[in-house]
Structure formats: structure tokens, C-alpha cells
């Protein structure tokens, strides 16, 4: 199952245009593949791929996803399937010290739920990079062994040293010329376990001359006695990333492998890894391609995983799925839908130059998705009681009016919500003044105002406790005037005011989340992002709402009328107990 959004026709960009020359050009045709990764002997005897272009969405089971890897699945994905192609979920866990199967499964249902899937013509692409440890071994015995990389035995500090900066050349380390086959023996030792962490690295050998750092005989393998969520404890050496990435890449067949900028100055690498391999006879060609494009940054969040697993660990916030954090768990939770998050990465499309995106830019893709699908309700979320004191005499004692809406204002179809209205009601204080400034338009004694959906009303005033704090608000309810009915626009008024019947409302929980942080860029520069916490970022209030809303499903969203989107909560909602999470207020501009 793919999206079935995006009316209009998808912006072009320069992945797009890559993709397209490359397709053009045929630069990819003769790639083998039977569904299965491989290596060059392996795919000799494959058919040629059906799949036009292979991208890949390579997560590192070390956290949950955000909407920085959000952006990267809509892209991944979503090239794939405009172009013919096929997108694989490949869990990058080559660094087993904090990668988790529980993450995996988080990821997993991240995917799922943004409405992608691995699972293409009957075909699971879902890919462990693990599952080469072997091969990427026998890639690093190869490259030992045709003089493209060596043991080092220098100490970290010397190889640090030994570098060289931007400025200066590296110098050699005094092991790059030791025979291949001590350096084989050395790796082999290493992989058995007999030498200690840090003692040893395995390098390729390039040039410690080279202006790119990354070419100054980069690690390739390290010694690590850490326990790996699928391999257990088969090996104690790892590959760096750097070299793990491109060799799963083709052993996938991907033909166009996205990342973000900061891999740049690494392609050369990448290359270099690849293009000795092949020339060894251990992949096949042709080879993929990294492709860069400028990372997600979005105001007043932090998208990093370690710094979202630090607000999750010290308890800043309640856990991965809190609706205050920009996690695809978090987004859910707070009421983000699929369509939603998948509009927003189509707007903010791909470019080659790192910039902030505003969150205003999250919320709209939310109201424009959610505004033709969510029901409408009404809801107080900050109660003052009102009093139409001659309603027993207009209406008849204890009685009761029937009052109706549109589910959907464009959606007659949907039919309609049906609730009573009553001689109390909770309305929201900030709609009374006692001394209205000027140009307000709501209840001030002497003031007229529409209850919407029902009568007209007339405010003769209001009680007062000892601190002035207004707790009743008096009306009397104007006959004739019933919204809907013959005549009910005779009576002119300039304010209409929502409104529940204390008599027939439902009793609900209603969590008001704002920004999670003060600041724009809470980590901008290295700064603590702690020290910019909005302390105020979650405001429960106990309300009343809708009565229909009584028997909504956890997890639904609705439109609360002149406030915004709110969503059942999927923790906490349950019939009897109403729970609700603001998802986003109506307008931008943060008001309630
Ligand atoms: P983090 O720093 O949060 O751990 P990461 O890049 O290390 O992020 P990975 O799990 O390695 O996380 O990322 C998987 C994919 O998601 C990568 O291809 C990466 O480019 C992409 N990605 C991660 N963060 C962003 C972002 N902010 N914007 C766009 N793509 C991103
Ligand atoms: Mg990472």
C-alpha cells in the first residue's frame, strides 16, 4: 500500500533530475538482482533488476525516528515509487553498543504508519547490515591483501597526530608498508580476539597526503568486545561506518544512494571503497551513487537522537511517544497525521544548502490536511459558568433544547451532531469582559451575542467573588432567535460564541502542548538545548466538551470549533474518560 496524496504535480529538484538523466542515460540497466543482496558471484547468475532505480532508507537502530528521518523516508520512498523503483528498510547496525530490537520494531511501524512499505511485488526488502559482517570481512582481507590496507599499530593519540590538519599533510604511520600478509595475520588475530581495544586498527591505504582528510588512510575495522543485538558475540571487530555503507549499498544493488550534506567530503571515499572492491572481483558493477542533499532542521525542537534520548532518560519529557517531541511517535501521539507529515516534506522539498525550516511550516501541512477530514465539535477548554436565567420561563422548566451541526461544514453528507442546550451552560471565560476593551464584540452586560448553533442571548451581568474573579456569568436567552430557524436573523449580533450544556456535556481532559522549547534553535552552536526547556510546554485542563464525543475512538481527530485540532489521545482516551491532545491551534500565531 503506497499514499495516494499530493493533488498537484511533485517540484521537481535535483535528485529528481539526477534520477531522471540517469535513467535516460541507462547508467543503471545492466544491474542483476533476484531479490536477494549479493556479491559479484552472486549476481552473475541473477536476472537483470526489474526495479528501475534501488534507494535506501538506512536507519541506525540506536532510537526512535523524527521527522529529520521523516524527510528522508518521504524522499527515499517516495523517489522510488514515482520513478519505478523500489525502497529498501535497511537497519544500519553496525555499531552495536546502543542499537536495540526494540528500536528496529519502532522504526518498523515509524514506516509503516507514514504509509510506506519494503514489501514491493511480494518481495520484503528489509535489510540488516549486519547480515555482511562476513562479506565486509572478506572485503578488508581482500583489500590487506592487494596492498589497499594495513594494520596500524599506533596509539590513537599518534594516529590522531600523524593526521595532520587542513593545512598540513599527515605523516606515514610507521606500520603502512609492513608486508601484506603480517597485516593479514594481525586482522585475523584481531578478529579472534586477541588483542585489546584500541590497540590496533585496520587502514586503508590511500594517501596521508590527500587535501581531503577523509582520504588520509581512513579506519576501516576496530576492536570491540561489545555484545551485537543479532550477531551476539561472534565478532569483536567492527567496521566503520564508512566503510559498512557503501558495501551495503551494493551489495543491495542501490543505484542512487541519498544522504545528507555532512557525507559529502566522504563520497570520495565511497567511491574509492567501491570501485577497489569491484576491481577485485568481489562486487558487482555497475556501482551506486551517493547523492547529498541538506539535512532537516526544524525550529524549536532538537533533532538528534542522543539529545531526544536525554529528554527521554533525565525525564523532561514522558518518554519517546510524548506528543511534545518532534519523534514520529511523538507526532502521532500529539495528533500529526501520515497525509499530514507527507505534505510537509513535499513542500519543503530537497536542496543542496542547509537552512532552518520554520515549525509553522509542520502546523500548516497539518490544518491543510486535516481541515476537509476532521468533524467538527465544539469544547470550553477554559469554563465559566453562564446563566440564562429566564430560560424556565421561555423554554418551560428543566427542559432541555435540541440543537444541531454539520459533522463537517463542506460535508453535508456526514449529517449531523446533535446536543442539548440548557438553562446552564460553560462557555469560555476569555469570551466574557466586564469591562469589554474596544471592538470586543462578546458577552459584557448589555451586550447581545449568538449561542452558535442555538438562541441569541443578552448578558445582564455577572457575579463576582471577593478578588474579582468573575464566576457566573448572567443572560437571558432573546425568544425566536434559534439558529436555523424561520426569523432567527432578525435579531442583529456581531459575536457568536461557542458553548456546552453543563446538563449534557461530557467531562474531558484536555492537554494543552505548546513548543517544547523557548528558542528557535535551542542547540544551535553547541549550546545546552536544556537550558532552553519551556517550562510551561504542557497545561492540562479538566473541561467539558461535546457529548458525541463521548463515544470517540482514541486516536481520531476533531476540529474543537475556534480552537484547533485536537486528537483523542491513544494512551489515555477511553469511553468515560475523555482524554485530549491539542495537536495545533486554528491559525499560526500562538494563542490559548
Ligand atoms: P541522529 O543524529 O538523529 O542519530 P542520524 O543521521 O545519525 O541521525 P540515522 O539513523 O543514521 O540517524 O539516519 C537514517 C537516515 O535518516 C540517514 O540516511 C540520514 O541521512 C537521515 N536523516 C537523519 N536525520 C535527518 C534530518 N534531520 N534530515 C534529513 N534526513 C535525516
Ligand atoms: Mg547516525
Known sequence: MQPTDSSSPKASNFLRQIIEADLASGRDAGRRFAGVPGDARQLAAAPLDTARIRTRFPPEPNGYLHIGHAKSICLNFGLAQDYGGVCHLRLDDTN????????????????RWLGFDWVVGGVGHEYFASDYFDFMYRGACALIEAGLAYVDEQSPEDMRRNRGTLTEPGVNSPWRDRPAAESLA??????????????????????????????????????????HHRTGDRWCIYPMYTYAHPIEDALERITHSICTLEFEDQRPFYDWVLDKLADLGL??????????????????????????????????VAGWDDPRLPTIAGLRRRGYTPGSIRLFAERIGVSKSDSWIDYATLEGALRDDLDPQAPRAMAVLDPLKLVITNWD???????????????????????????????????????????????????????????????????????????GQVTEVQAMLVPDTKSGTPGAGAVKVKGVI???????????????????????????????????????????????????????????????????????????????????????????????
Not at 446533535?418 to 451586550?447: S, T, V
Request: aromatic share 10%; net charge positive; proline share 7%.
Open 96 to 111: 552495536p553498543e546502543k542499537e536495540d530490537e526494540a528500536y528496529v520494531q519502532a522504526i518498523r511501524d515509524a514506516v
Open 186 to 227: 594481525r586482522f585475523e588475530a584481531m578478529r579472534a580476539g586477541k588483542h585489546a581495544e584500541g590497540s590496533m586498527v585496520l587502514r586503508a591505504k590511500i594517501d596521508m597526503a590527500a587535501p581531503n582528510i577523509n582520504l588520509r588512510d581512513p579506519a576501516i575495522y576496530r576492536i570491540k568486545f561489545a555484545y
Open 283 to 316: 562486487l558487482a558493477r555497475p556501482l551506486p551513487h551517493q547523492h547529498e542533499f541538506a539535512r532537516l532542521n526544524l525550529t524549536y525542537v532538537v533533532t538528534s537522537k542522543r539529545k531526544l534520548a536525554q529528554l527521554v532518560s533525565e525525564g523532561h
Open 393 to 467: 420561563e421561555v423554554m418551560g422548566p428543566g427542559m432541555l433544547d435540541d440543537c444541531q451541526a454539520p459533522v463537517h461544514p463542506h460535508h453535508p453528507e456526514w449529517g449531523l451532531r446533535r446536543f442539548k442546550c440548557g438553562r446552564e451552560l460553560w462557555i469560555e471565560r476569555g469570551d466574557y469582559a466586564q469591562d469589554p476593551p474596544k471592538g470586543f464584540f462578546r458577552l459584557f452586560p448589555g451586550n447581545r451575542v449568538r449561542l452558535k448553533y442555538g438562541h441569541v442571548i443578552a448578558c445582564t451581568g455577572a457575579t463576582l467573588d471577593a478578588d
Open 498 to 592: 461557542t458553548w456546552v450544556a453543563a446538563a449534557d456535556a461530557a467531562p474531558a481532559e484536555i492537554r494543552l502542548y505548546d513548543r517544547l522549547f523557548t528558542e528557535a534553535q535551542p542547540d544551535a552552536g553547541g549550546r545546552d538545548f536544556l537550558a532552553a526547556l519551556n517550562p510551561n510546554s504542557l497545561r492540562r485542563v479538566q473541561t467539558w466538551v461535546e457529548p458525541g464525543l463521548a463515544a470517540l475512538p482514541a486516536g481520531t481527530s476533531v476540529q474543537f470549533e475556534r480552537h484547533g485540532y485536537f486528537v483523542a489521545d491513544v494512551r489515555d482516551h477511553a469511553p468515560g474518560r475523555l482524554v485530549f491532545n491539542r495537536t495545533t491551534t486554528l491559525r499560526d500565531g500562538r494563542g490559548a
